[in-house]
């Protein structure tokens, strides 16, 4: 009696194991499965990342050879989708930081001088307005031969260059965010943005300025939804483990 009810004890013990091990697999197919579906209809290449992860972890918590194929496909999965997701953010980042890195070349140097303030132990109210006005306020004589080929970016304040660099910043940072959602049309339309930034300001007979133009022509080919790649393989692996075990 005691020999049969040991043995009852095991089988119990071990239909327990096998039960604990099924319904593991069973969260493995669904998280699979989900991946899948996120990857197919919202393309979301970091979602699927966290949940091949999340596979992952739940794989290695059980033993058995029979899941080291299915363990070594999730691998590759997930590596393939992670350079997927890092190889053309990564490039398109560097390439937008090189053409960040070209803003000291791009303006003409001429730079307009303001005439320092005329100081006075007082002065009225209205002198003080008419100061600060003064510093905004350029007055430029041009003789006829500088009419004919006038360039006003070549007569820029330092005001005026603060505030082409703020737009040309924010351009920058607009690139980022879209490149960061994978965001193609709002991508596109910041380099537009960017382009006519160049086209309208930047010093036209720079090669710098050249660099950039050719840098902005090359991002607009750039398609920011995510290569076709799909968990196949993987999940006619899962199914096959699940129906050898029913």
Do not use: C
Not at 68 to 78: G, T
Not at 84 to 95: F, S
Not at 196 to 222: K, M, R
């Amino acid at each position: 009696v005691t020999n049969e009810l040991s043995s009852e004890i095991q089988k119990l013990a071990r239909d327990s194991s096998q039960a604990s091990q099924f319904i593991k697999l069973l969260e493995v197919r669904y998280l699979l499965r989900t991946a899948a579906i996120g990857l197919h209809f919202r393309q979301d290449i970091s979602a699927t990342v966290l949940l091949l992860e999340r596979v992952l972890d739940q794989l290695d918590a059980l033993d058995g050879l029979a899941l080291l194929p299915l363990k070594a496909q999730v691998k590759k999965d997930l590596a393939s989708l992670q350079q997927i997701e890092n190889g053309a953010t990564n490039d398109t980042l560097r390439k937008l930081a090189a053409i960040e890195q070209a803003w000291p070349n791009l303006l003409p140097a001429t730079t307009l001088q303001s005439s320092p303030p005329v100081e006075s132990v007082e002065s009225s109210i209205v002198e003080l307005l008419l100061r600060e006005l003064s510093q905004l306020i350029q007055i430029r004589y041009l003789s006829q031969s500088d009419q004919v080929q006038f360039d006003a970016n070549a007569y820029l304040s330092a005001i005026e260059r603060d505030l082409l660099r703020l737009k040309f910043d924010a351009a920058l940072t607009q690139l980022r965010v879209a490149l960061m959602r994978r965001d193609t049309a709002a991508f596109r339309d910041n380099l537009n943005v960017l382009k006519q930034w160049h086209q309208q300001f930047a010093n036209a007979n720079s090669a710098v300025t050249e660099g950039n133009l050719l840098a902005l022509a090359t991002l607009e080919q750039l398609d920011l939804g995510p290569q076709q790649y799909d968990l196949s393989v993987s999940i006619e692996l899962i199914d096959a483990l699940l129906d050898n075990r029913k």
